[in-house]
């Protein structure tokens, strides 16, 4: 078996333009753009805020750096640190993309749910199951994206080059 078959049969299947559209519009219509995952994610969200910042002249925030990492979760548990990272970083006229591959990372749901108590612009990129609690909690997400694979590699790629479509 072709080992890219996965990614392929989940890319022709992603059905991601309305989502997208909603995404494009929200992507220009903010200034500033805060990326968060973990892992792998935490990897898509560094490399296309470069893109963002070079092609678009956006200011772009991700949480990478080892010392503001540490001191995060040691001062405030992981499960707080993005938030708390949030609480820092978040501008007016700040968009919050926010990246789960399962829909059930606590310290996400957390950014979710912050975002919805301050009426932060934020949307979704999800994978694993269609009914992950970020996609059920969420009620003002301005794209709410979810890939069907329950492959960390392929929900990474695909959310990956969801993101790239502005450039």
């Keep these: 078996m072709n080992p890219f078959t996965p990614y392929i049969e989940t890319l ?41 910042m070079k ?4 200011k772009v925030s991700i949480l990478s750096d080892p ?3 540490t001191m995060l979760t040691n001062d405030f548990g992981y499960d707080s640190a993005y ?16 990246i789960s591959s399962s829909g059930e990372s606590r310290n996400m749901i957390n950014c979710l749910e912050w975002c919805e108590e301050k009426g932060v612009h934020y ?3 999800t994978g694993f199951k269609e009914d992950n609690t970020m996609r ?15 492959s960390y590699g392929v929900v990474e790629c695909v959310h990956q080059i969801f993101l790239h479509g502005v450039i």
């Excluded at 092609?55 to 956006?58: A, R």
């Design 12 to 52: 022709q299947s992603a059905q991601m333009e309305s989502e997208f559209i909603k995404y494009q519009r929200a992507f220009h219509e903010h200034s500033r753009i805060i990326i968060l995952g973990n892992g792998g994610s935490n990897s898509v969200a560094s490399h296309i805020s470069q893109d963002y």
């Design 55 to 58: 092609f678009h002249q956006k």
């Design 67 to 69: 010392s503001m990492i």
């Design 83 to 98: 938030q708390k990272f949030l609480e820092y970083y978040v501008e007016s006229n700040t968009l919050v993309v926010i």
């Design 123 to 125: 949307g979704i990129l």
């Design 136 to 150: 059920k909690i969420e009620s003002n997400a301005l794209w709410n994206y979810y890939i069907d694979s329950n």
